[in-house]
């Protein structure tokens, strides 16, 4: 499956990425499309679009670096007498996933309804 978004799209308005960065974009790109599909199949194309930048964005942007842990909200480290302390929040950091305002862009969040699969098996005959 193709992504919804390429990484040219995913980096403007942005920031420009570096090589790892971008690869990992491609990757996470497929990831959110498919994320995206199985909760809105039937959104429009370009909020598709828009939101998987959106989700790429913020997983490459809380990615996490080589003193902060992935999934490390707060960090400190002291030097002497040998300090470390994280916190890590709802494990969101570093992953695809759609949020409240991305759920209202693909016009899915917040739907009451039913759907009877017999209703449309019911046959009306008239005398």
């Known amino acids: ?10 980096a403007e308005g ?12 491609r990757a996470l790109a497929k990831e959110a499309s498919v994320i995206v599909d199985a909760y809105a ?7 598709k679009t828009v939101v998987v930048c959106r989700m790429v964005r913020r997983a490459i942007d809380s990615g996490g670096s ?7 909200s707060q960090g400190t480290t002291t030097a002497g007498p040998y300090s470390q302390s994280w916190t890590i929040g709802s494990g969101a950091a570093g992953e695809v996933y759609l949020g409240k305002l991305e759920k ?3 016009n899915a969040d917040n739907r009451v309804g039913s ?5 449309e ?3 009306v005959q008239s005398d």
């Open 115 to 119: 759907y009877s699969p017999v209703q």
């Open 104 to 106: 209202r862009i693909l």
């Open 66 to 72: 080589a003193t902060v842990p992935l999934g490390a």
């Open 1 to 10: 499956m193709e992504s919804y978004a390429s990484v040219k799209q995913i």
């Open 121 to 123: 098996m019911a046959v």
């Open 14 to 25: 942005f920031r420009e990425l570096t090589a790892d960065e971008e690869s990992r974009a």
């Open 41 to 47: 199949p039937r959104a429009k194309y370009d909020a």
